[in-house]
């Protein structure tokens, strides 16, 4: 019989396991447009807003045909703008709008628009990503957190990346707050969908019941 630890990782997976970058529509692969389109939905992530509004507004900049960094970096200020107003996210537009235009021309002058660039510059470390992914504008360490949190799908190599957000939700779960020993009472589980669900536990007081409910905790 499974423990009470493994029962709730179990039941907090099988009801909330679900990547912010799947939320947002994102075919997450180890290629230039996705990782381009979760870097954005990090930095949105990272602000003091909802998340679904974040997310919503991954979903507008792409539909507005914002998915890469050159066309980023092309677009002009009142259309990104535009297109951060469509997905709610209006108290950070203005500023948004112009990190996006300077991140996006970051990534091609430094990295050709490709973010494996700055893996091999980080030579795979996460420290080094964690801290190269800070160079751009409007992504500080929760952005930086939140993207290696989701990358960590097509770069096993940052796995198991599980920051201190999810590690709040472990502690509000009473779970282990060893990255190693949560990936364990995982099982088969990927490290990304943990790390979702236990964030999603941090943020949602209403996630950590529903879980310790299911699990008959």
């Not at 970058?21 to 996705?34: C, F, N, S, V, Y």
């Not at 080094?128 to 360490?141: C, H, M, W, Y």
């Amino acid at each position: 019989m499974a423990g009470r630890d493994e029962r709730v990782v179990r039941a907090l997976v099988d009801a909330h396991g679900r990547t912010y970058a799947e939320e947002a529509g994102i075919r997450l692969r180890d290629t230039p447009q996705p990782l381009y389109r979760l870097l954005v939905l990090a930095h949105l992530l990272s602000a003091r807003i909802r998340g679904s509004i974040a997310v919503a507004t991954a979903r507008a900049l792409h539909e507005a045909g914002l998915r890469d960094p050159r066309r980023m970096a092309a677009a002009d200020w009142q259309e990104r703008v535009d297109a951060l107003g469509r997905g709610g996210y209006r108290r950070y537009d203005e500023r948004t709008a112009t990190q996006l235009g300077e991140e996006a021309e970051l990534l091609i002058e430094r990295w050709g628009g490709d973010l494996r660039g700055l893996r091999e510059e980080a030579g795979g470390e996460v420290p080094e990503l964690r801290r190269l992914l800070q160079v751009f504008p409007g992504v500080g360490p929760a952005g930086a957190d939140i993207f290696l949190r989701e990358v960590q799908r097509v770069w096993p190599g940052t796995a198991p990346y599980l920051d201190a957000k999810a590690l709040q939700g472990a502690r509000r779960l009473e779970l282990p707050q060893d990255p190693n020993r949560l990936t364990g009472l995982a099982g088969r589980t990927e490290p990304a969908v943990l790390a979702a669900a236990l964030v999603r536990a941090a943020v949602d007081e209403k996630v950590a019941e529903d879980a310790l409910d299911r699990a008959g905790s």
